[in-house]
């Protein structure tokens, strides 16, 4: 499970390093694509594929899923650790992302989500500013 925040930068040849603790949860190899709200996803193998497999089942005739699967799907890139623990992260996706220096890892359960740290500084601002409302707005099932 990936849990927490951390603060890393990217160099100039668009490596990352990646926590410590995070890249045992990692393994061999992992896939990083386009996520949501302008951050990348970074999943494990084994949980890309249950994504993957979702998407795929996406019905094809409703162009929102179209774009969805397009988006995550062509956008994904398989990417392994260096003996340095860093991962490279392709232009395109930085571009996407925004992720120029200062980005941060931040463990959202099954993945690691990439931020540029002045967009996750404002996120976080804005979501901790209406957490109430959002929290009344979350079915938590139970």
């Keep these: 499970m990936f849990i927490g ?3 890393h930068t990217v160099d100039e040849k668009g490596r990352l390093a990646l926590p410590a603790k995070f890249r045992k949860l990692l393994g061999s190899g992992s896939v990083v694509t386009r996520g949501i709200d302008n951050c990348l996803f970074l999943y494990p193998q084994k949980a890309w594929q249950q994504v993957a497999q979702r998407l795929a089942k996406l019905p094809f005739n409703q162009a929102n899923s179209r774009a969805f699967s397009r988006s995550m799907l062509a956008g994904a890139m398989e990417v392994g650790c260096d003996a340095q623990g860093r991962i490279l992260i392709p ?11 200062k980005v941060v890892v931040a463990g959202v359960y099954d993945r690691l989500e990439l931020w540029d740290q002045a967009s996750w500084l404002k996120y976080t601002r804005l979501t901790e500013k209406s957490g109430s409302e959002i929290a009344e707005q979350v079915d938590f099932g139970g």
């Design 91 to 101: 232009e395109y996706l930085r571009k996407f992302a925004n992720l120029d220096k």
């Design 5 to 7: 925040e951390y603060r």
